[in-house]
């Protein structure tokens, strides 16, 4: 086997990790309103999370209570 074949077989399989493509796409959709309610307001950003079928109790977590969001944004 080579070295690049073993590397691969020692890393788990996506579906095994907690960040499948769904979460990380609702990550950025979720990241993006928090922008659009920094630079227009809190009713934008929430049009915009609904549009994107994101469930209205994490819309309401953050976008109304910013102190229990993950760690702010890195960008």
């Known amino acids: ?44 950003a929430i049009e915009y999370l609904k549009s994107h079928d994101i469930d209205p109790d994490l819309i309401a977590r953050v976008l109304l209570e910013p102190e229990h969001r993950r760690a702010e944004l890195a960008h």
Do not use: F, G, K, W
Request: charged share 25%; aromatic share 4%; proline share 7%.
């Open 1 to 44: 086997m080579s070295p690049l074949s073993y590397a691969a077989a020692e890393l788990p399989a996506l579906a095994d990790t907690p960040y499948e493509r769904r979460d990380l796409q609702r990550r950025d959709i979720v990241d993006h309103a928090i922008r659009v309610q920094q630079s227009s307001n809190t009713v934008c």
